[in-house]
């Protein structure tokens, strides 16, 4: 069992900066690919970001290409989301997750989630 728990969410005004920070524990962080979602009130959960095991590589969806950056700390058993230039489309409950190995980008592919951290943009 892997246990994600993320912080950092809360409210801040259009153009400005949040640090999502996801701790995990219980089994060797390093051997799972690291990705963050979201889900927007009424809509589905969707793919953000994703980092492999040793952060050498990282992806990234279309609309936050540019602005947000996903980075790993694997001495520390961290995963972080900096998101800058925020908008209000940004509004959601973000979420961090694990997967064996590879990285992926389906929510079905994911074998353990966090609880979510509300991210709220004002205009």
């Known amino acids: 069992q892997v246990q994600l728990v993320e912080s950092g969410g809360g409210l801040v005004q259009a153009g400005g900066s949040l640090r999502l920070s996801c701790a995990a524990s219980g089994r060797t962080f390093s051997n799972y690919a690291m990705g963050w979602f979201r889900q927007a009130h009424g809509k589905e959960r969707e793919f953000v970001a994703a980092?492999?095991?040793?952060?050498?590589?990282?992806y990234y969806a279309d609309s936050v290409k540019g602005r947000f950056t996903i980075s790993r700390d694997n001495a520390k058993n961290t995963l972080y989301l900096q998101m800058n230039s925020l908008e209000p489309e940004d509004t959601a409950v973000y979420y961090c997750?694990?997967?064996?190995?590879?990285?992926?980008?389906?929510?079905?592919?994911?074998?353990?989630w966090g609880q979510g951290t509300q991210v709220t943009v004002s205009s």
């Open positions: 997750a694990a997967r064996w190995s590879s990285t992926a980008y389906r929510t079905d592919e994911y074998d353990y």
């Open positions: 980092v492999t095991r040793l952060g050498s590589n990282t």
